[in-house]
């Protein structure tokens, strides 16, 4: 693993906390009347940044497979997107308690994975730092 994928690793930590924050918002006015949900965007955006679209090509050339490929443009950061197109209930909120619970779930799981990851990274750094 190499230094730009922590950085990868690290935003997406960063993406998953204000996910976090953004579902706790989103769960804790499921009653308000008028309140409109907020997503997070920053998957999409990275794949974009990484070069992942479909009608975007490349511009450096990557020799093998398994290279990631390099991104001369700016870093992404995770953007809040207010979702205030759609209504679920007749007082205007947009909230589905069901499904803010299901991204609560799953947010944790990703966050959970890439601190993971995080960890075994830096263990394998110390690894060999201290070996002899």
């Known amino acids: 693993m190499k230094a730009p994928t922590i950085d990868f690793m690290q935003r997406g930590l960063q993406a998953a906390n204000l996910r976090q924050e953004v ?3 989103n769960i804790a006015n499921v009653n308000t009347p008028g309140f409109k ?3 997070v965007l920053f998957e999409s955006m990275l794949a974009k940044e990484l ?5 975007k ?3 450096m050339v990557r020799t093998q497979d398994k290279h990631m490929p390099m991104s001369a ?3 992404v950061t995770a953007k809040i997107q ?13 909230v589905d308690i069901d499904v803010e619970m299901a991204n609560l779930a ?16 830096i263990q394998g750094v110390k690894n060999v730092i201290t070996s002899k």
Do not use: C, P
């Open 37 to 39: 949900k907020s997503d």
């Open 23 to 25: 579902i706790s918002n």
């Open 57 to 59: 090509k490349l511009q």
């Open 106 to 121: 799953k947010n944790q799981i990703y966050y959970n994975a890439m601190a993971k990851k995080i960890g075994s990274y």
């Open 51 to 55: 070069g992942f679209e479909k009608d």
């Open 82 to 94: 207010l979702q205030d197109t759609t209504t679920m209930r007749v007082d205007g909120n947009n």
């Open 73 to 75: 443009g700016e870093k």
